[in-house]
């Protein structure tokens, strides 16, 4: 399904070293699969997603998807395969647009829109059902201006958007981050039952450990650009929020001795 | 009664740029200088044809084009070729000063000896009105801002129903939220060419209406129309409100309908023309400031 094939992302500015935001990954995701990607701060697993999104260009590598190769897909290109729930809920709906109108730009996803009447009636029939399955009420709220919804509730309706038509991948960047708690579970809830439902492939990036280690079928831990930890199944299902904390403060630990033998090193030599 | 059939007249012919404004800067959050520029470009377009004999709507319909084509090159220059939105505006309407001159082939241009829409409009209606009781004079202005005020409310009706299609929807999404419309497939680049061609169409659209309204076409007549195009927009917005899109497009077109009687009562009032750019800066500070210290003085 997703094939990343050596992918690399290096990024340079004018007289500073190169940063090797994502360094020779290699992955395999089969369909139907869900995998939460954890990481440090900085460790390159929003570069990872921008990559197969198409925001940030491959320096090397390759990046398959459902039989294409689209390392040199534009990203509006990729839209046509991939489904994309953003950090900032501003950000993957259109403020000045209506819950409908929004609903109806991703019933175009990936193919010319047409001169046909944008909310008709099929449309915010199937609308009404499909946002009140997810979160009941909601589809009484298909006239207003989406600028007026809570963060919540405009996750819930890009969740829709990106879900609309069937993605072959549906990508999720920190899409509770900017969530307060209780809506954050809420679209946790949704996001979840939306995969599963329509047996979606899905990629997953979160700052939640609690998230990371009680949803998905794989769990994938990135760190300075590749990947530390990969696990699926029973291991992964054994996996708790402490496991995963133990991690990353190994990995802190393993920099700060890097660090530390890289400033021994440059005192000696440079 | 005649000046102010005249000022209406005037108004609704320059609604073409406040609803021009409206879908570049409203919609697509694009500062377009091209307005300026664009709308001489449909005067002298039009004016070039009609005095080489051509029919007044084909003449017109071609300055319309050629604004369109202005429009999408300044929206190339910039999703294309990475330049900033005023910037790419102000490098086109440079461009666009010297093509008007070269079109035009001098400064100004009357058109006193041609059929203009007007005249026709004029031949057509008037007597009309004539045989009804109206006086001849006023039959024939009244004749004029009919044709006008028609031409804005189908070039308005036009818009609103092109925008709530699919394709129209999408465009204001992509001018909403860029990252939005392209995750969802859209090419934003694309998108913004449509939407400027769309609005310098409607801009040049104006041009030709005023030069044929007027009687002549001057290389300087588009100067300061992105300022009358965003004024309208304000003012009107300030006035009626925004709340969905038949209502922001009406607002922009009785905004500039409201603000070419301003400046008629200003000038009445005895204000000096050389003062009407100041004037009209005065008052597009004055419909942006005004709503927000209002709605702020209204909080408890």
């Given at each position: 399904m997703l ?8 990024f340079?500015?004018?007289?500073g070293?190169?940063?090797r ?14 995998v ?5 701060n ?14 940030v ?12 190769d ?10 046509g ?7 900032d ?12 109108e929004?609903?109806?730009?991703a ?10 009447w944008?909310?008709?009636r099929?449309?915010?029939e199937e ?8 979160v009941?009420g ?7 201006s ?9 996750q819930?309706?890009t969740?829709?958007?990106a879900?609309w ?8 960047d ?7 708690p209780?809506?954050?579970?809420r679209?946790?809830q949704a996001?979840?039952?939306l ?8 990629l ?5 450990l609690?998230?990371?280690?009680s949803?998905?079928d ?22 708790t929020?402490?496991d ?11 920099d700060?001795l890097?660090?530390a ?10 | ?11 609704l012919?320059?609604a073409l ?13 694009f ?9 001489t470009l449909?005067?002298?377009v039009a004016?070039g044809l009609m ?19 202005a ?6 220059i910039?999703?294309?070729l ?5 910037l ?29 829409l ?6 057509t209606?008037?007597?009309m009105?004539?045989r ?13 801002t009919?044709?006008?005020?028609l031409v ?20 204001r ?6 990252t939005?419309?392209r ?5 934003t680049?694309?998108l913004?060419?449509?939407?400027l061609a769309?609005?310098?169409a409607?801009?040049?659209?104006a ?18 129309m992105v300022v009358?195009?965003?004024?309208s ?16 497009l009406?607002?922009a077109?009785?905004?500039s ?13 005895g204000?000096?023309?050389?003062w ?5 800066a005065?008052v597009v500070?004055a ?13 408890p």
């Amino acid at each position: 399904m997703l094939d990343l094939d050596n992918a690399t992302v290096q990024f340079q500015s004018p007289g500073g070293p190169v940063v090797r935001a994502v360094d020779g990954v290699s992955l395999h995701v089969p369909a139907g699969q869900f995998v939460v990607v954890i990481g440090t701060n900085g460790s390159g697993k929003s570069t990872l997603q921008g990559a197969i999104a198409g925001t940030v260009r491959l320096s090397s590598g390759h990046i398959r998807l459902a039989g294409h190769d689209i390392t040199d897909w534009s990203q509006h290109a990729r839209a046509g395969l991939i489904g994309r729930v953003f950090q900032d809920p501003r950000a993957g709906t259109a403020g000045s647009l209506t819950v409908l109108e929004n609903l109806a730009v991703a019933a175009c996803r990936g193919r010319f829109p047409g001169f046909g009447w944008a909310t008709d009636r099929r449309l915010r029939e199937e609308a009404a059902s499909r946002l009140g399955r997810i979160v009941p009420g909601l589809e009484q709220r298909l006239e207003q201006s989406i600028g007026s919804m809570s963060g919540g509730q405009r996750q819930i309706v890009t969740l829709l958007m990106a879900t609309w038509h069937r993605p072959e991948l549906l990508l999720l960047d920190e899409h509770t981050a900017a969530l307060d708690p209780a809506a954050a579970d809420r679209v946790v809830q949704a996001t979840a039952g939306l995969i599963r439902e329509g047996r979606l492939t899905a990629l997953m990036v979160t700052h939640s450990l609690a998230q990371a280690a009680s949803l998905g079928d794989r769990l994938i831990l990135v760190h300075r650009g590749r990947i530390e930890l990969d696990v699926e199944g029973p291991a992964k299902r054994r996996l708790t929020p402490d496991d995963l904390a133990d991690r990353f403060d190994a990995l802190r630990r393993a920099d700060q001795l890097d660090d530390a033998a890289a400033r021994t090193l440059a005192d000696l030599y440079v | 009664m005649i000046t102010l059939l005249s000022t209406w007249t005037f108004g609704l012919a320059l609604a073409l740029v406040a609803l021009g404004v409206f879908v570049s800067y409203r919609l697509f959050s694009f500062p377009d200088i091209t307005t300026d520029g664009s709308f001489t470009l449909g005067a002298v377009v039009a004016a070039g044809l009609m005095v080489a004999g051509h029919d007044p709507v084909v003449a017109t319909l071609i300055g319309m084009a050629a604004g369109a084509a202005a429009g999408a090159t300044t929206a190339v220059i910039h999703a294309f070729l990475g330049v900033e939105p005023l910037l790419s505006g102000i490098l086109v309407s440079t461009a666009l000063a010297s093509v008007n001159l070269v079109v035009l082939g001098r400064s100004n241009v009357p058109l006193g000896k041609v059929t203009t829409l007007f005249d026709a409009v004029e031949r057509t209606v008037g007597p009309m009105l004539s045989r009804a009781g109206v006086d001849r004079t006023l039959a024939g202005e009244l004749a004029r801002t009919g044709f006008v005020l028609l031409v804005v409310a189908f070039v308005a009706t036009v818009l609103y129903v092109f925008f709530r299609t699919r394709l129209g929807t999408a465009m204001r999404a992509g001018g909403d939220t860029p990252t939005m419309a392209r995750a969802l497939g859209r090419d934003t680049g694309l998108l913004t060419v449509g939407g400027l061609a769309i609005s310098n169409a409607l801009t040049a659209a104006a041009g030709s209406l005023v030069a044929q309204y007027q009687g002549f076409a001057d290389v300087q007549m588009g100067i300061g129309m992105v300022v009358w195009g965003m004024a309208s927009v304000f003012l009107g917005n300030a006035l009626v409100g925004a709340a969905g899109l038949g209502t922001a497009l009406a607002a922009a077109a009785a905004g500039s309908v409201t603000f070419r009687l301003l400046v008629a009562t200003a000038l009445r009032a005895g204000l000096h023309p050389d003062w009407l750019k100041a004037a009209t800066a005065a008052v597009v500070l004055a419909a942006l400031v005004a709503p927000r210290f209002l709605g702020s003085r209204r909080k408890p």
